[in-house]
């Protein structure tokens, strides 16, 4: 989805747009907005991404912990500090446009991770991030937990961009989130998220989806938020210092408002 310079300029989705964004996450299960976020600012963040990561992986325990089946996919919980706790990022105009639609405008984020195909790294194994809500209905239910996610550089085939499979998050047979059936997502049409760094998506977390190989020579990374419905767990994963909590907007403290403030 391309932004108008009008939607550009004034932060928002037209109604047209908006619906189209409301029905693409609804049936398909993601929908993309091109280039949001400015690429100084998204080059200042990712350089600092970059240099956190490096500091982290130099411990063991770390590597251990944070990449996937050790095929060079990791996980890292995002710094609660700028930039990365800027607006433009955890209240991004547009993603909260078409989450207050999609969850009735009760919604909130305890979970802010990075996620990073270093190069050389292989295909992770097909998963969905949750399951459905009641899995024992023969039906899929209003989307419950969704992702924003916003990459850090530009995602080609070459560097790794996702796999997802559309429409896999209305599935209500295989509840396994950990593994999907392999054999049976070859019979089903997947697409790669290629896309420009500073992109916006929005994905039901329960669309089937994999990392891909970095055939490059440099690191491919993205910021992943996740903001729930109100009614779901609030058990906070997150500790915001509080030097970070008084930068912060007053739509950002209403979303963030269940995770702990450090010093």
């Not at 105009?93 to 979970?111: N, R, V, Y």
Request: with cysteine; net charge positive.
């Amino acid at each position: 989805m391309v932004l108008s310079p009008a939607e550009r300029k004034n932060g928002r989705l037209s109604k047209n747009k908006l619906s189209l964004a409301l029905r693409a996450l609804s049936e398909v299960g993601y929908v993309v907005i091109e280039g949001v976020i400015p690429g100084d600012f998204i080059h200042e963040t990712k350089q600092v991404c970059n240099r956190t990561l490096h500091r982290y992986l130099k411990k063991e325990e770390n590597r251990q912990h944070c990449i996937d089946d050790r095929a060079g996919h990791v996980g890292m919980s995002a710094p609660c500090k700028m930039p990365f706790m800027d607006a433009q990022i955890i209240e991004n105009s547009f993603a909260m446009q078409i989450l207050h639609e999609a969850m009735d405008g009760d919604f909130f984020c305890t979970f802010y991770n990075t996620n990073t195909a270093w190069p050389g790294s292989g295909v992770q194994r097909i998963h969905r991030d949750t399951k459905q809500l009641f899995p024992g209905l023969p039906f899929s239910l209003p989307i419950h937990m969704v992702v924003v996610n916003i990459p850090l550089v530009d995602f080609t085939i070459e560097n790794g961009a996702t796999e997802v499979w559309p429409g896999s998050h209305l599935i209500c047979d295989d509840q396994n989130e950990s593994r999907i059936n392999a054999e049976r997502a070859q019979t089903l049409p997947s697409v790669r998220t290629v896309m420009r760094a500073g992109s916006v998506v929005v994905r039901d977390m329960r669309m089937w989806h994999r990392g891909m190989p970095n055939r490059t020579d440099t690191i491919r990374t993205m910021l992943a938020l996740v903001y729930f419905r109100g009614f779901l767990n609030r058990d906070s994963q997150l500790t915001i210092p509080r030097s970070s909590w008084d930068q912060m907007t007053e739509q950002s403290k209403h979303l963030f408002r269940f995770n702990k403030i450090g010093r």
